[in-house]
C-alpha cells in the first residue's frame, strides 16, 4: 500500500455513516448483508444509503456481488489488513516486535504506548 492509497481508504471512512457500515460488515463475516438489512439495522434511509455504499465499494473497502434482485456487500479485510501494516511497517524502527512491550492494551481493541 502507498501513501494515496491508505488517504483514499482513510477519506471513505472519514463519515460516521460508512465507519457504521464496515464495522457492520466485519461483524457479519464472510456472508455479509444485502443492502436493506445494512439499512434496517442502522436505520439509514435507502438513497442516502446507497451513496455510501458506493463510495466505501469504489475504494475497495466492500465488495458487492449480484443476487437475484439483491446487492450483497462484504467487507474487504485483506484491505484494512494491508491499511494496518502500512501504518505499523516503521513501528519501533521496522522492527515491531520490539514495540509490543511499550503497549498495554486499552479497551478490548486497542493499544497505547506506556510512559517509562
Known amino acids: 500500500m502507498d501513501t494515496s492509497s491508505a488517504v483514499k481508504v482513510f477519506e471513505s471512512l472519514s463519515s460516521g455513516i460508512r465507519l457504521d457500515i464496515y464495522r457492520l460488515l466485519v461483524k457479519a463475516g464472510p456472508a455479509g448483508l444485502v443492502a436493506g438489512e445494512i439499512g434496517t439495522e442502522l436505520g439509514v434511509p435507502p438513497t442516502n444509503l446507497s451513496f455510501h455504499l458506493k463510495a466505501l465499494t469504489q475504494s475497495q473497502l466492500l465488495s458487492v456481488t ?18 494496518v501494516t502500512y ?5 519501533c524502527s521496522g522492527h515491531p516486535e ?19
Open 98 to 116: 520490539l514495540c509490543a512491550e511499550t503497549c498495554q492494551p486499552v479497551g478490548s481493541h486497542a493499544c497505547l504506548a506506556t510512559e517509562s
Open 66 to 83: 449480484q443476487e437475484g434482485r439483491f446487492l450483497r456487500y462484504r467487507a474487504q479485510l485483506a484491505l484494512m489488513h494491508e491499511l
Open 87 to 91: 501504518l505499523t511497517a516503521e513501528c
